[in-house]
């Protein structure tokens, strides 16, 4: 999410949150209370101490991942960009258990990266965050393995009941609001693979196999109290008000308000109820 911002014409709202995230604040890395929400579902004895970040950014920025790292979890953090991988590696120099691998992580090749790093198929946490293609890494990495939480980023201005996602390129590309799947296109795979929804922070969502899960939510229930309801969801994400008219309207109107805004990316993207 940060170098999606900080690379679009939204980014100048963005800034104070990014640099307000830079230092621990509260006791947390994470963006919102991501890293709080982690710590309890983790937090049990049949749990791996094993973390795969995808889009792991610089290792400190709104990350969900370091404090366990800080804590002694073993993991892979993969990052694509240059200063981003190198900031992570100087980071994780201090972690002998932290493998990091730099590249662009798609569907075709995830499995075999994580097949050559021995990551545990019932690894404890999987938090996914590219912002482009999310939804066919995942379907990939979920035909192999079964963490035992995911944190995934949602498109979160796009509401039930449709189904959005990016299509998988090898020229991935995003673009400000469009990015990522929204929480009803993640549903599909939360049903195909049985998973459940525990809880929506903001623009991350938090599932766990239906096995391990000791509580549910549907995607409408999490998407509304997660966000929809959230009295201060635009004030820290204050670029998300010229997409708010998604939140009053039918389904139908959602399709050709999101064709009109995303026409720009025609052909890049696939958008039903």
């Avoid at 230092?23 to 890293?35: I, L, Q, T, V």
């Avoid at 996914?128 to 066919?136: H, R, V």
């Amino acid at each position: 999410m940060y170098r999606r911002l900080s690379h679009s014409k939204l980014g100048e709202l963005a800034k104070p949150s990014i640099k307000k995230s830079r230092a621990r604040r509260n006791g947390h890395y994470s963006n919102f209370d991501e890293e709080s929400i982690i710590e309890r579902l983790t937090n049990r004895d049949d749990i791996i101490r094993f973390c795969v970040d995808i889009g792991a950014s610089d290792g400190l920025t709104m990350s969900n991942t370091l404090a366990l790292f800080e804590r002694g979890w073993a993991g892979l953090s993969a990052e694509l960009d240059g200063p981003n991988f190198a900031a992570l590696a100087r980071l994780h120099a201090q972690f002998p258990k932290s493998s990091l691998f730099r590249g662009r992580v798609s569907p075709d090749m995830v499995c075999s990266l994580f097949r050559t790093i021995d990551v545990p198929r019932n690894f404890g946490l999987l938090n996914l965050d590219i912002d482009s293609y999310d939804y066919f890494v995942l379907e990939a990495i979920l035909g192999e393995y079964r963490p035992s939480v995911i944190c995934a980023e949602i498109n979160e201005k796009i509401p039930p009941p449709i189904k959005f996602t990016v299509n998988y390129s090898p020229e991935a590309f995003t673009d400000g609001h469009f990015h990522g799947q929204s929480i009803c296109q993640l549903d599909l795979l939360r049903e195909r693979f049985d998973y459940v929804f525990v809880q929506l922070e903001y623009n991350d969502a938090f599932l766990m196999p239906a096995e391990l899960a000791t509580s549910s939510l549907s995607a409408e229930d999490a998407y509304r109290l997660g966000y929809a309801d959230r009295p201060d969801r635009l004030n820290r994400m204050p670029w998300n008000r010229d997409m708010e008219p998604l939140q009053g309207m039918d389904p139908a109107s959602s399709i050709a308000f999101l064709d009109g805004m995303f026409s720009a990316q025609s052909g890049r993207y696939t958008l039903r109820i």
